[in-house]
């Protein structure tokens, strides 16, 4: 049976929702193959501290225990990490923190393992440690990783625009800050997971939850020592992702594992706490903004001073900073800029991609110092963004050049008519006894892809089958954005085809063609792009041999449709399968690769932030409203209302387009609000789900979502990526809000009921 | 020991080890693996089973307590592949993301149906906040059940 064909523009159930539902889907922690042992690690209890032994004589013989490794046990570099390689699949001279991994046991069972973890002993010599980045930096502190230059700072630059500092001299209101941010967890409900095994053929076959098997797969052949080719990854719907698998987790660990487990294959699937412990975080960080404007509310100039934990090992802070600087002047014109940045080493847990990858920790600051500059001229918050935000063509502070759909005044405009705006003060003043309320807004954008970094490309392949269907050969991770069942719709789109004549399979090096990694708002963008053009010339190749089979004289008089092609004129058709037949399986597959745009390179930024992708060509724009009401006896903060209007270009599937707004501004609520991600002198004191508050259900509003459709010429359809640019506005929103109620801003997030409190005691005693 | 119980209907006679916990009976035992561990404590929902009807969390129950009840996981809720209204309407509502709270928020909704068949918004709200999902903000969670409520008593 032929379902409907379900343009772009329409929604199109998603088409893994029936598998997903009836809890067939396989995801990685669901693969329990025969014969399998249990791989887990054994991690270190400092911070900082140099290996001087490990003993491993009461656990070699133990019962159940097939293998102990450490380090030694590993041919290749024994380092992953990307672009910097220092973090070690097992910790070799010396542990950089608490969590490390330093021996690999394999394991018939789970009790067998929990005792072998226990009797292995690792005599240490402890170093001292450092754990507050600005530390890190001063002269004579421990240094982490000692064959760097730059001692503990992974990467530092500056941005500078116009007249930078002196322009601040002119400016006739001034408002300064710092900003603590917090960790962010990621907290996907899949906690890190894997199989592994060699095949007969020796190659190591690694079914992982993991947003970069492509990555993945040259990484784990520098680490462990093996050519490429004897590797493959396999990556499966995801349950879960946000950037926190963004690189390796466990796969290093699992490679090792199957390479000395005699044939059996191996399982890891981390506990809670473990993921806890040893997962990325959102990097924590200080934003100190200066920010000037001029009487009549243009903003002249910015200051901006960035610092950055990036942790024990660089994972992806580089190019976090580097977005987090390009993002700290938001989507305005301000003539003149001074942007610093500093991503550090320290001894604390490792920090590296999440959804927003430095932008929400700069909009954090920047969207509340607007507010109080707006104050302090006595201008309308949402009238002075309106006055200074960027049009196509203009620059923002930061110096980067809006060449592309730019949609930010729409935005603006369309909360500007909203009642949730225009009655403000009637909802604020209609506050219950021992309620106070505030109305809180923040505007900003975020970038598409890589930037000038790595190239941003995608190789995508799609096959028609003898049968007269359809094969995609999915080449980016699906961690539960929906950028699979959209590609059925770009493909459905072009070839004229219902979403149930395609399967698709999930990204597999050994079939699929590299296409990079499920991140930085790319996905659906850069691969979606490359689908489009394999499928246009699929569709050609079947309407030229249906021309060649007799069916009519001119391709444009032909129509591809649901499992057939039809002649237009005289109504006859083909069945694709007839068609198939006739061509060779070479001529059935397409594949094409698509690069995205990249921006060209400004003079603002020193060398080594443009070498961390800076800057981006193609950016998404939102403007967020919060309603809050703060309960004046408990310090709870509710948000009663919430409007996200977002510009991501043309919507494809509006359900996925709500999806990912509905989602994203609770996750950043979440930030926002309650998740407090503890961590001192390098330990990790929330571990577990009872202790990290995520948002439930009875937490948040429903959230009202309005697109602005721009088209942005360069994506599939007029798309751009909309999954970061959600995240980037909750906090500063209501943090605004929150201004509003309690008559000052709160400058360490999240904002938890103590900490509303202590403010409201402190006003009082003033 | 020897635990007898139905799963999805079918009777099971299984040797297990009193202090297997359900989880992992059902996971990789029987390659149930529709039921999800996220949390292993008892914080996230995303175990949740029916027993006797009732929603339970199988990460915090031993398989000696299924001893004589009927065990219901998101598997039996589909008649092979005809979706259980619940389900028809978390794919129809888009309530689906990365799908791996959504066997327990299945689960949990057939309990809370059952308890009651016209829940409004807040309702259900505070009868799913144990369960929790990391995607979608729960808003179409929500719509999800609202509608499959308004369908399920249509039908009845
Ligand atoms: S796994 Fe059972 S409640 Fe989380
Ligand atoms: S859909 Fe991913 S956790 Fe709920």
């Known amino acids: 049976m032929t379902g409907p064909l379900t343009p772009i523009g329409t929604s199109l159930k998603r088409t893994d929702g029936p598998s997903k539902i009836r809890g067939l889907e396989k995801y990685a922690a669901d693969y329990y193959p025969a014969n399998f042992l249990w791989a887990d690690v054994k991690r270190s209890d400092h911070p900082h501290a140099l290996i001087k032994g490990i003993d491993l004589s009461h656990v070699r013989g133990l019962p159940g225990v097939l293998a102990v490794l450490t380090h030694e046990d590993i ?23 608490k969590g490390d991994p330093v021996v690999l046991v394999l394991a018939e069972n789970k009790a067998v393992m929990q005792e072998a973890l226990h009797k292995i002993e690792i005599d ?130 699992l490679g090792l594992a199957a390479l000395h487990s005699n044939g059996r294959p191996v399982k890891m699937w981390t506990s809670r706490e473990e993921s806890f412990l040893a997962s990325t975080k959102r990097h924590p960080g200080r934003v100190h903004y200066r920010v000037g404007c001029k009487e009549d509310g243009t903003l002249h100039a910015v200051s901006c001073r960035i610092v950055l934990d990036t942790g024990a090992y660089a994972s992806l802070g580089g190019p976090v900073l580097a977005l987090a600087m390009e993002h700290a002047a938001g989507a305005y014109r301000i003539p003149h800029a001074l942007v610093e940045g500093f991503c550090v080493y320290t001894n604390n847990p490792v920090s590296g991609a999440f959804r927003g990858f430095g ?98 490309i995608a190789n995508a392949k799609i096959e028609l089958l003898s049968d007269g269907h359809f094969r995609i050969y999915s080449g980016v991770a699906d961690m539960g954005q929906g950028n699979n069942p959209t590609n059925v719709q770009i493909a459905g789109e072009v070839l004229g085809q219902a979403a149930d004549y395609f399967e698709l399979l999930q990204p597999d090096t050994a079939c699929s063609l590299p296409s990079g990694s499920s991140s930085a708002s790319r996905t659906t963008y850069t691969f979606g792009n490359a689908l489009k053009t394999a499928a246009t010339i699929l569709k050609e190749r079947i309407l030229t041999r249906a021309c060649n089979m007799g069916l009519g004289i001119y391709a444009e008089d032909l129509l591809l449709s649901s499992g ?124 577990n789900l009872a202790s990290y508050i995520l948002p439930t259900s009875m937490d948040v509003p429903d959230i009202l979502s309005l697109p602005v459709e721009t088209v942005e010429e360069t994506g599939p359809f007029g798309m751009k990526g909309l999954g970061e640019i959600v995240i980037n506005l909750p906090l500063p929103a209501i943090a605004n809000g929150v201004a509003w109620a309690l008559g000052r801003h709160i400058f360490t997030s999240p904002l938890t009921a103590e900490r509303i409190l202590l403010t409201m005691e402190k006003r009082q005693a003033e | 020991m020897i635990i007898h119980f139905t799963l999805n209907g079918e009777n099971k006679n299984l040797d297990c080890a009193p202090d297997c916990r359900v989880v992992d009976l059902l996971r990789e035992e029987l390659g149930h693996t529709g039921t999800k561990e996220a949390c292993g404590s008892g914080e996230c929902g995303a175990c949740t089973i029916l027993v006797d009807g009732i929603s339970k969390l199988s990460c915090l129950m031993l398989a000696a307590q299924l001893e004589g009840h009927a065990v219901t996981t998101i598997e039996g ?28 928020m299945v689960m949990a909704t057939a309990d809370l149906l059952q308890r009651n068949p016209s829940p409004d918004r807040k309702e259900i709200r505070e009868a799913l906040s144990g369960n929790l999902c990391r995607c979608t903000g729960y808003q179409k969670i929500i719509d999800a059940v609202e509608s499959a409520a308004a369908e399920m008593r249509d039908d009845a």
């Not at chain 1, 403007?623 to 043309?650: F, K, N, P």
Request: with cysteine; net charge negative; aromatic share 8%.
């Open chain 1, 564 to 687: 057939k092609v039809f002649h237009l004129t005289s109504g006859r058709e083909i069945p694709l399968a007839n068609i198939a037949a006739s061509m060779s399986p070479e001529e059935r597959i397409s594949s094409y690769a698509y690069t995205a745009p990249v921006a060209k390179h400004p003079d603002s930024a020193g060398s080594a932030i443009r070498a961390a992708g800076f800057p981006h060509r193609v950016f998404a724009f939102a403007c967020h409203l919060a309603r809050v009401e703060i309960d004046a006896l408990t310090g709870e903060v509710e948000v009663c209302d919430y409007l996200a209007v977002t510009d991501a270009g043309r919507v494809l599937n509006p359900q996925i387009y709500e999806q990912q707004v509905q989602g994203g501004a609770v996750q950043g609520m979440g930030y926002a609000l309650w998740e407090d991600f503890r961590v001192e002198n390098g330990e990790v004191l929330t571990r």
């Open chain 2, 77 to 104: 809720m589909s008649k092979g592949e005809e979706l259980h209204p619940i389900q028809k309407s978390f794919v129809e509502k888009g309530a689906v993301q990365c799908g791996f709270c959504s066997p327990g």
């Open chain 1, 124 to 253: 240490y010599e402890v170093l001292p440690a450092v754990f507050d980045p600005e530390d890190a930096l001063a002269e004579g502190a421990p240094v982490l990783h000692e064959n760097r230059s730059g001692k503990n700072l992974l990467i530092g630059g500056a941005i500078e625009h116009g007249n930078g500092m002196e322009a601040f001299q002119v400016c006739d209101a001034i408002v300064e800050a710092e900003f603590d941010l917090p960790y962010q967890e990621h907290a996907y409900l899949e906690t890190e997971a894997g199989i592994a095994c060699v095949d007969d053929e020796g190659v190591l076959e690694i079914t992982a939850s993991t947003q970069t098997p492509w990555r993945d797969r040259n990484e784990l052949a520098y680490a462990l020592g093996l050519p490429v080719d004897s590797i493959r990854v396999i990556a499966p719907y995801l349950g879960g992702g946000f950037g926190g698998k963004d690189g390796i987790t466990v796969q290093g660990l």
């Open chain 1, 75 to 97: 041919k290749g570099a024994n380092r992953i990490g990307v672009p910097e390689m220092d973090q070690p699949v097992l910790a070799d001279q010396k542990v950089c923190y």
């Open chain 1, 359 to 456: 932008a929400p920790q700069v909009l954090a600051g920047l969207e509340q110092i607007i507010d109080m500059l707006a104050d302090k001229i006595r201008m309308d918050r949402l009238e002075f963004r309106l006055k200074n935000v960027v049009s196509r063509g203009d620059e923002t502070g930061c110096g980067v050049w809006m060449s592309n759909s730019t949609g930010i005044i729409p935005c603006l405009e369309k909360v500007k008519e909203h009642p949730f705006w225009v009655q403000q003060e009637e909802w604020v003043n209609q506050a219950g006894p021992f309620k106070q309320r505030g109305v809180g807004i923040a505007a900003g954008l975020q970038g598409t892809g890589y930037g000038p970094m790595v190239a941003d």
